[in-house]
């Protein structure tokens, strides 16, 4: 099954790096402790930390069976695997789930883009907690500035994407990687030592569980799913490129621990700052673009301090972008017989729509509501809360009843060279507990549930 001209990751590390590049980003440092803030606080994070161990990880482990198995694309993956039926349909979902992420994903990438900008000017410093949040709401709703960065950072994406600069984005993940897990500690030890500290982590880490609701769960299983960049064929893609000897078990739990550290740290960054500063949990979306700012002002250089960060965090975005653009690119590359280039440009073009429009609709399009919500956290919701976890739960049951158990583990454990503990009990969860958990939380979400036991 093996397509000899598809390249492969430099070395070994580099593997874990591009990988773990792909799922750590925004969604960890961004993302969740805007999640945390809306959901909650600790009654969020535990039944975030549950879903991430209980279906994150063995999904993680199931896409990187069928990626390195097959070796193809999203939607290529699933027609080798089972020609001719419709199981093409999760890489078709997961194709368009990367295209509509990677659209609003654009817009906040283009916010670290402005960050870094006003620590060069010097504009973040010396101002109150207030101001900041008046500042970003002014320029997250105009209509100009936020596109043009929207724009700037596709183009970025673009350019890394049609150079193939794999190495490149392998040896700059080498350093970025690890130095902004350093700065992201540096922020903790700040953060910690503010006077909120108490009110901050008890928020983050004491569980209060009257709050876990059905929303909350659902949340929090979209959360890991938008996290761990699962469900949606990022890691089908990635993990074709895979070489033969990698052990595709110990890299899942990797990238799941180190991303979900990297999740801890933001939070553990944020909330002290938030109760310290008087700023409210709840305010969405420019959550950790109101409260870093506050904690940078609080540190000698403070603006040197904000540019390194945001310069990381961009970098960071930057690598999972990337990876969203590389499962588009990849799928009408190969499937349309484009040249890359060409459906590099497709994918962008249509991108940079999707963008400009999600950038829009915190000023002017604000009114343009679906369901009550803006475009740009309608998209949100369709991909984390309903595609991935969908695709998820698709991709279970494809490898549950498609897949030859004994395919299964030789793939698992590269031909018998590695153990896999608890092979049986894997096999057994991802055909029937994974996709009926993900099942019940759906029911549970629309009130089915409630109504089924109402009935009796
Ligand atoms: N996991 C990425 C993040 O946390 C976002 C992402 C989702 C990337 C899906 C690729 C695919 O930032």
Same mark, same amino acid.
């Given at each position: 099954?093996?397509?000899?001209?598809?390249?492969?990751?430099?070395?070994k590390?580099g593997?874990?790096?591009?990988?773990?590049?792909?799922?750590?980003?925004?969604?960890?440092?961004?993302?969740?402790p805007?999640?945390?803030?809306?959901?909650?606080?600790?009654?969020?994070?535990l039944v975030?930390?549950?879903?991430?161990?209980?279906?994150?990880?063995?999904?993680?482990?199931?896409?990187?069976?069928?990626?390195?198995?097959?070796?193809?694309?999203?939607?290529?993956?699933?027609?080798?695997l089972?020609?001719?039926?419709?199981?093409?349909?999760i890489?078709?979902?997961?194709?368009?789930?990367?295209?509509?992420?990677?659209?609003?994903?654009?817009?906040?990438?283009?916010?670290?883009l402005?960050?870094?900008?006003?620590?060069?000017?010097?504009?973040?410093?010396?101002?109150?907690?207030?101001?900041?949040?008046?500042?970003f709401?002014?320029?997250?709703?105009?209509?100009?500035?936020?596109?043009?960065w929207?724009?700037?950072?596709?183009?970025l994406t673009?350019i890394?994407?049609?150079?193939?600069?794999?190495?490149?984005?392998?040896?700059?993940?080498?350093i970025?990687?690890?130095?902004?897990?350093?700065?992201?500690?540096?922020?903790?030890?700040?953060?910690?030592?503010?006077?909120?500290?108490?009110?901050?982590?008890s928020?983050?880490?004491?569980?209060?569980?009257?709050?876990?609701?059905?929303s909350?769960?659902?949340?929090?299983?979209?959360q890991?799913?938008?996290?761990?960049?699962?469900?949606?064929?990022?890691?089908?893609?990635?993990?074709?490129?895979f070489?033969?000897?990698?052990?595709?078990?110990?890299?899942?739990?990797?990238?799941?621990?180190?991303?979900?550290?990297?999740?801890?740290?933001?939070?553990?960054?944020?909330?002290?700052?938030?109760?310290?500063?008087?700023?409210?949990?709840?305010a969405?979306?420019?959550?950790?673009?109101?409260?870093?700012?506050?904690?940078?002002?609080?540190?000698?250089?403070?603006?040197?301090?904000?540019?390194?960060?945001?310069?990381?965090?961009?970098?960071?975005?930057l690598?999972?972008?990337?990876?969203?653009?590389?499962?588009?690119?990849?799928?009408?590359?190969?499937?349309?017989?484009?040249?890359r280039?060409? !459906?590099?440009? +497709?994918v962008?073009?249509?991108?940079?729509? $999707? =963008?400009?429009?999600?950038?829009?609709?915190? &000023? *002017?399009? /604000?009114?343009y509501?679906?369901?009550?919500?803006?475009?740009?956290?309608?998209?949100?919701?369709?991909?984390?809360?309903?595609?991935?976890?969908?695709?998820?739960?698709?991709?279970?049951?494809?490898?549950?009843?498609?897949?030859?158990?004994?395919?299964?583990?030789?793939?698992?454990t590269?031909?018998?060279?590695?153990?896999?503990?608890?092979f049986?009990?894997? !096999?057994?969860? +991802?055909?029937?507990?994974?996709p009926a958990? $993900? =099942?019940?939380?759906f029911?549970?979400?629309? &009130? *089915?549930i /409630?109504?089924?036991?109402?009935?009796?």
């Open positions: 099954m093996a397509n000899k001209d598809r390249v492969t990751f430099g070395s590390i593997v874990i790096l591009a990988t773990v590049g792909c799922a750590v980003g925004l969604g960890s440092i961004w993302r969740f805007y999640m945390v803030g809306a959901n909650g606080g600790a009654a969020f994070l975030f930390m549950i879903c991430t161990v209980l279906l994150g990880l063995p999904i993680m482990i199931t896409e990187f069976f069928i990626g390195r198995h097959s070796r193809s694309n999203a939607a290529g993956a699933f027609k080798k089972a020609p001719g039926t419709q199981w093409s349909l890489g078709y979902n997961g194709v368009l789930a990367a295209f509509l992420i990677l659209g609003f994903y654009s817009v906040v990438s283009g916010w670290t402005e960050y870094i900008w006003q620590a060069m000017t010097g504009s973040l410093a010396g101002k109150t907690t207030a101001e900041f949040t008046t500042d709401e002014t320029f997250s709703s105009s209509a100009l500035r936020p596109i043009g929207t724009i700037a950072f596709i183009a673009h890394i994407i049609v150079s193939g600069v794999e190495k490149g984005i392998e040896r700059a993940s080498k970025m990687m690890p130095a902004l897990f350093i700065i992201l500690l540096i922020l903790c030890i700040r953060s910690v030592t503010l006077p909120g500290v108490q009110e901050g982590l928020f983050l880490f004491k569980p209060d569980f009257d709050k876990i609701t059905s909350v769960i659902l949340s929090a299983m979209g890991t799913f938008f996290s761990l960049s699962i469900g949606m064929g990022c890691l089908i893609t990635y993990s074709s490129y070489g033969k000897d990698t052990n595709l078990q110990l890299t899942a739990v990797q990238v799941t621990v180190l991303n979900t550290l990297v999740a801890l740290l933001a939070g553990i960054m944020v909330f002290p700052a938030v109760f310290s500063f008087g700023i409210e949990p709840t969405g979306p420019e959550l950790v673009f109101i409260t870093l700012p506050n904690i940078f002002e609080q540190l000698p250089f403070g603006n040197i301090w904000s540019f390194i960060f945001f310069i990381l965090l961009a970098l960071a975005a690598t999972s972008t990337i990876s969203l653009h590389e499962v588009a690119t990849a799928y009408v590359h190969e499937e349309y017989h484009m040249t280039k060409k !459906a590099a440009w +497709i962008s073009a249509g991108v940079a729509v $999707i =963008g400009a429009v999600c950038s829009l609709s915190f &000023g *002017l399009l /604000k009114e509501t679906i369901g009550g919500l803006i475009i740009f956290d309608a998209l949100d919701y369709l991909t984390a809360k309903i595609m991935m976890p969908l695709g998820g739960m698709m991709i279970c049951v494809f490898v549950g009843v498609r897949i030859e158990k004994k395919v299964l583990k030789a793939e698992l590269n031909k018998g060279t590695i153990t896999f503990y608890f049986n009990a894997y !096999a057994f969860f +991802i055909k029937y507990i994974a958990a $993900i =099942g019940l939380i029911l549970n979400e629309l &009130g *089915l /409630k109504k089924i036991i109402s009935l009796f």
